[in-house]
C-alpha cells in the first residue's frame, strides 16, 4: 500500500519518513496554501449576505506546488494529513483536502505533539477525521481579521499616516499608549526610610507603637532620628520553615518571558528557535524533534513524561528530590488539546546534544529542559528568620533566609536570584539590647508603572486573555514593522503615528477596540471549536456592531493634515510635505493630485571600490523597497550590482570582486572562497 503523508514543513518531512518506512511517502504543503480572496465587496473575500461564506483561492506561488501534491494522491491508497496540533493546523489539513480532491473514504488526519518515533507512530495508528469546529474556528477568526483589518487599515490609510490596525494588534498598541500616558501623567511623591546599621546586620524601621510608619518629609526623618538612642532591645525573635514552590513547566507566553529576560530573545527569535527544536535535529545517530509543539497554554505533561522524569530524579538527585505534576486546570480559557513545553526525552540531556546545535538553539534548549525537569522537583526549603528592634517605640525589622533543602533549585537556580541572607544567631546574644553602628534616612521617589517590554507586554496580553499562543510573536511584529512603538533600553515607546492611530479608533470604536471586547470574543473562538456557538451567528453579531461605526468613521472623522517642510514646489510654488509611502516617508507637493511632483531623495553617496568593468566607483545604493545592494555609479551605462559588499578585491579567477557575506570572502560570480 502506497500512503502519502502531508506536513507543513519541509524539515519535518525529513524527519517523520525516516520513521514511517518505505510505504510512506513525506511531503510538505510549504505552510498555507490557500487564503481569502481579495474579490467581493470591500475585497474581503466574504460573501457578507450568505452567512459569511468564505471564498478561497491559492495562495501566490502555490499552484505547482499544489498540482504535484494532487497528483501524489491520486496514486496513492491513502492520505495522511498530518499539519501541526493546533486550530490553524486543522484548517490547513481541510484546506488540503478540499483542494486537492481527497475522497472522505481516503484520508486520515493525525496529530502528534512531538516529533519522536514512539509519538510518530502512535498517532499514525490512531486516526480521525477533521474536526470541522475546529476549522470553523479557525475561519471565523481569520474573516475577524480579514474585516477589521481590511476595513480599519483603509480607514486609517485615508484618514492618518498610520498603515493598519487589527483586532488585537490594536488593543496591544493601546495598552503601550495607555502605560504611557500614564507614565506622563504620574506625580512623583518624596519619601523616606531609616535603616540601623548593626555592622552584621541592617534593619529598617517599619512602625511606631505598633502602627505602620510614613515619612514623608526630611523634617520628619530628622525628628525620629533624633529622637532614638543608641541602644536597640531585641524585642521578638521569629523563625519558620517555607517552601518555595517549584516552577510551573513552561506555556508559549512564559517561554517568551523567560526567554526575553534570561537569554535577551525577541519572541520571534525565540519562537523560530523552538521551531527547529520542535521540527527536528539531526544527532550522532537519528533525526528527532528534541521539544514538544512550542504553541500551548497547557501545563500538563503527559503520564509517560512524568513517570520516566521522576526515576530521572530519583536516580540523578535522589528520592526527597521528586515533586508533583502541576494540575493543567489553573485558568477557564486553557486549550488542553497538547502538552507543556518539555524535551521529548528527559535522558536527552542538554550537554548529550550540545555539539549539535547552535550556541543560541542550546541556550534555548537548557532553558527549555531545566524548566521542565524542575517543575517536577520537590520544593525548595527555606529557613526565614525575622527580629523586631525596639527603640523608643519604634519598631525595626531585620529579615534574613537560609536555604535548608534546595529541591528543584539544584538544576534551576541559574534562572533565578537565590541568596542565603544570614543574621546573627540571637538566641546565644549574651545580652537583649544591641548597640547600633550608625542610622541613617535614605530619601525616595515613587515611580509610575514600567513601560512595557515584550515579556512583559505578552504576560498583559495573557492575562487579559487577549490572543492566542500562536499569535503573541506575529503581535509584536507587526507593531514595529508598522512603526507604531519604538524600543529604547528594550522597553516600548509608542511613536506619534502609534498614538494618533490609538485615539482616532478609541474616538469612534471604543466598544470593539478594547480587551474586554477582544478577549470576549475569543472566548466565543472557542466556544463555535466546542460547538457551543454558530460560527456565522457569531460574526453575524459582531458585523451588526461594528459596520455602523465603520460608517460613521469615515464621515466623522477628521483627516489628519500633513506636515509641511518648509519647502515650496518647484512646479506650482504650493508648500511640500511629507507623505507615507510604501516603502516609507517622502517629500510632496501638496497641491497633489493637480500637481504631482515628488522630491528625489538626495542620499550621501558611499564609495566602496573601483568597479571591475569599468573602473568607475561602486557605491552603496538601495532598491525602492529599501534593501541595500553595491552597485556602479556609471548606471545604466555600466550594470555591475552586487548584494552583498565587496572588499575591493579581485578574484583571480573570474575578474570580479570578492565579496563579505557574514565574515566569509568569496566570489559571487565563480563561487571560489578565497
Known sequence: MKNLVIVESPSKSKTIEKYLGKDYKVLSSKGHIRDLATSGKYGLGVDL???????????????????????EAKNSDNVILATDPDREGEAISWHLKESLDI??????????????????????????????????????????????????SKLMQSKTDGKSAGRVQSVALKLIVDR???????????????????????????????????????VEAD????????????DNVEKKLKNKKSKLPFTTSTLTQMASNRLGYSASKTMSIAQKLYEGVSLANETVGLITYMRTDSIRFSDIFVSETKKYISSNYGKEYIGYAKSSKSKDNVQDAHEAIRPTSIYRTPQSVKMYLKPEEYKLYCLIYNRALASLMADAKVEATSVDLENNGYIFRATGQIYVFDGYLKVYSIYEDNEDTILPDFANYKSKVI???????????????????????????????????????????????????DIKDRKFFPSEVGIKVTDKLQEFFSTIINANYTADMETKLDEIAESKLVWYEVLDKFYKDFEPLLDSAFKGMEKDAPEETGEKCPLCSSPLVYRNGKYGK???????????????????????????????????????????????????????????????E?????????????????CPECDKTK
Open 180 to 218: 504611557e500616558r500614564e507614565i506622563e501623567a504620574f506625580i512623583s511623591e518624596e519619601y523616606y526610610t531609616i535603616e540601623a546599621d548593626f555592622k552584621d546586620f541592617k534593619a529598617e524601621l517599619k512602625k511606631y507603637r505598633g502602627k505602620d510608619i510614613e515619612i514623608k518629609s526630611s
Open 650 to 666: 579581485i578574484c583571480d579567477k573570474c575578474g570580479g570582486l570578492l565579496v563579505d557575506k557574514k565574515g566569509d570572502v568569496f
Open 586 to 648: 517622502f517629500v510632496a507637493c501638496s497641491n497633489y493630485p493637480t500637481c504631482k511632483y515628488i522630491k528625489k531623495e538626495e542620499r550621501e553617496v558611499i564609495e566602496i571600490c573601483p568597479c571591475p568593468k569599468c573602473n568607475n566607483k561602486i557605491v552603496e545604493k538601495k532598491t525602492k523597497k529599501g534593501k541595500t545592494f553595491y552597485g556602479c555609479n556609471n548606471y545604466p551605462s555600466c550594470k555591475y550590482a552586487l548584494w552583498d559588499k565587496p572588499t575591493g
Open 435 to 485: 548597640v547600633v553602628h550608625k542610622v541613617y534616612k535614605i530619601q525616595h521617589f515613587t515611580e509610575p508603572k514600567a513601560r512595557f517590554t515584550e515579556a512583559t507586554l505578552i504576560a498583559e496580553l495573557e492575562k487579559l486573555g487577549i490572543g492566542r499562543p500562536s499569535t503573541y510573536s506575529k503581535i509584536i511584529s507587526v507593531l514595529k514593522e508598522r512603526k507604531y512603538v
Open 49 to 71: 449576505e450568505n452567512n459569511f461564506k468564505p471564498n478561497y483561492i491559492l495562495m501566490k506561488g502555490k499552484a505547482k506546488l499544489v498540482n504535484e501534491l494532487k497528483k
Open 103 to 152: 475522497d472522505d473514504n481516503k484520508y486520515g488526519r493525525v496529530v502528534f505533539n512531538e516529533i519522536t518515533e514512539p509519538a510518530i507512530k502512535e498517532a499514525f495508528n490512531n486516526p480521525r477525521k477533521i474536526d470541522e469546529e475546529l476549522v470553523h474556528s479557525q475561519e471565523s477568526r481569520r474573516i475577524l481579521d480579514r474585516i477589521i483589518g481590511f476595513r480599519l
Open 223 to 234: 525628628e525620629i532620628l533624633s529622637s532614638l538612642s543608641n541602644a536597640y532591645n531585641i
